[in-house]
């Protein structure tokens, strides 16, 4: 199943990298948000949303994109299982378990903590969806569970099967191929000179966009709990580039660290972001990454850092099951 065609600038492929499968991840449009731009102080044509939450698998998310590559390096490599690692409510595992859905291989999926008391949000979806479910216990920073993925991994190859790890929120050189192809195609429908802001977590979408744009000047991220991104952006970019056969993107890593909580924690900053965009535009969000990039994006626009001299698109990730567990339900009850 190869990428259909039509982007702008169609990402090069090195030869030893196989053709991205078709997961319905491409070809999203970009819709103009005017009456959350004026709400904003900003005139029409100031604001954009490009809608990655409509990606077509699973309930949608930025996670598709990369999964058409790690997918498709899966199967080249002869794999019968793909082993990932996330939060609880992990939007990626998800989307993982979709894909191997698919793809007819297993998935294996390491999560944060101890189980819940009983499913709900993406927890539902996970088991619905087929998702073989190891739960961490304690410990939930992310280098816990990157290193028990590549344990999971390296037992599920003692047992027999044949393995692929990918890592948290499938950011790495391969996966990040994604949000090239994403960048080709903001390159044909956004203005020239918009500057994209996406929320950072694990960090393959803001450095796969860069890649693809080749200049870290079209991105800002914001963290949304993560430590080391500074570090890790440029070096990840970098490697994304080369595997796409792009050019060493130029510019200094921009990313928005304003909004300190701790990954997940509810804010009111994230919650009026929330009901801006149901209230002015009929658009929900998350409250865990795109909420909290859109409550960074409206604290620049009202400190006029951001808005005044070039366009803004905001990535809508996806992650809407979120909402629909108990920690953020109450949060709306006030």
Known sequence: ???????????????????PLDLGGRGTPLQAADRLAGALGLPAGALWVKRDDLTGLAGGGNKVRKLEWLGADALAGGCDTIVTGGAGQSN?????????ARLG????????GPPPPRPEGNLVLDRLLGAELRWLGSGDAASDLEGAVEEEAAAQRAAGARPYAVPLGGSSPVGALGYVTCADELAA?????????CADGSGGTHAGLVAGFGDHGRVLGVNVGFADLVPRLPELAVATAARAGRPVPGGAVQLDDGQPEPYGQPTDATLEALELAARREGLLLDPVYTGRALAALVAGVRAGRLGRDRPLVLLHTGG???????????WFVR
């Open 1 to 19: 199943m190869a990428a259909p065609s039509g982007d702008a600038r169609p990402a090069s492929r090195p030869a030893a990298l196989p053709a």
């Open 105 to 112: 291989l297993r998935c294996v999926a390491v999560l944060a």
């Open 320 to 330: 809407l099951p979120a909402l629909f567990t108990a920690r953020y339900g109450d």
């Open 189 to 197: 429908q956004a203005p020239s000179d918009a500057l994209v802001v």
């Open 92 to 100: 990626h595992v998800r989307l993982t378990a979709a894909a191997c």
